[in-house]
């Protein structure tokens, strides 16, 4: 695609993405791969100087919004860069490029007019945690709408794009919402040209109400000033219609029946919060981001409850007398809203277990057991340890304190009997030795000394004794 013009160096265009009165939106490429959006301003710089109202003004406001990226958060665009065009000195901001539909889109053919209760759900929880980022650090977005708000096919997140009105100043803001701003979702004080946190909190509602609904508060029906100003005096005087009506009948013809009637059983707390946003003074609505995301938290955890619509049609009431005025339902109310808190809590699950390291597998051979058990077991043999060694240590003892008594002597009453034995005898003078004295003293060697021979004819008094 051939340049429209060139935006800075570095920096191809590639061509218009949107364009209108508050400014256009241009694909731009850097060196290689690298895409992104970026935002012209409507409102020419002639010169880059302190002296140029415009260009100062301009340059306060980028300074706002680099506050915005010190802390990332998925569902606000990432501001790159800012800068004046070499070509046209328009003011220039470039944001990355989100790969995916926006709200507006979404809600056109071929996708149906509204979208679940389930997913508008979602997108007020992402859209109030993207305004209590910005609003966190004191920035106002000002132009918050359906084609502002980006589905990023690659995260699953909703995006908070284009803060080019952030970069205006009060002066050319007031300018381009009067000729050209999206009224349908401005709030009653920017038509005086104030910007407030409550106008973003506003505008939010609006964002809800159409997704619920299939279309806005008070639409736009042509481009001319007196259509402009039915929908201003709308948002300043004229009551909301019914939210719920409308959904009924924006109910997609091929949604099955049983489909169409839990659609229609839309959170009363859900209900609650867009009515608040939606609050014509800006002092009865949420005062910012913040206290927006924190009611929303507490209203989806302690919220039960589902407001139905009635309807004339038999076959959308599902032949329900119940469902044909406004009432509150109790038991298929409370498991939807609980089913959709569940799946909210399964996806931080995963996205918990993605970030996570992942941990080895455990060995199909190994046994695992309790602590409490292991504790037990190890005392167990501890104290098993301790008796055996008790026994092996006494029992050693006993036996180095007993002594062995030697068998090798004999008392002197077998001595006279013994002498007439033939062979060797034991030296009477050494058979006195009592028993107690040889427990106490080591013996001496025994002496031995040859018997002389007797005459077998010569009988011994002994023997002859013995007889």
Known sequence: MSKVFTITEGLENMGALRTGGQGSVYKGRRFGPIISAVKLLPTPVHTESADDKNFKSFQNEVEKLKKVNEEPNPNVVKILNSGITESGSFPFIEMEFIDGPDLEDLLKAPHDRIFSVKEVVRVADHLANALAHCHKVGVKHGDIKSNNVKYNVHTGNYVLLDFGLSAMSDEQRRTSIRHAGAIEFMAPEQSEGQLLFATDIYSYGVILFELLAGQVPFPLTDNGQKSRNEVLLGHLEMVLPDILELRAANMPAEWTEDKKWLE?????WLLKVINNCLEKNPENR??????LQEALLQSN?????????????PALNNGNPAVSTLNTIADPVNS???????????????????AAPTLPEKDADVIVIPKSVFYMLLIAVLLIIGLLSYFLIFSGKEQVAKKVVPTGTVSGIDSAANDGRRGYSWDKNKDSVTV??????VPKPVQLKPVPPVDSNVMDVDTLLNF
């Open 301 to 313: 955890v302690t919220g039960s409850g589902s407001t139905a619509v009635g309807s004339d049609n």
């Open 336 to 354: 939807s809203l609980l089913q959709m808190e569940n799946d909210r809590l399964q996806n931080l699950v995963l996205q918990y277990q993605e």
């Open 286 to 291: 949420y005062a910012d981001g913040m206290v």
């Open 264 to 268: 229609m059983q839309v959170p009363a």
């Open 436 to 441: 107690d004295t040889v427990a106490t003293e």
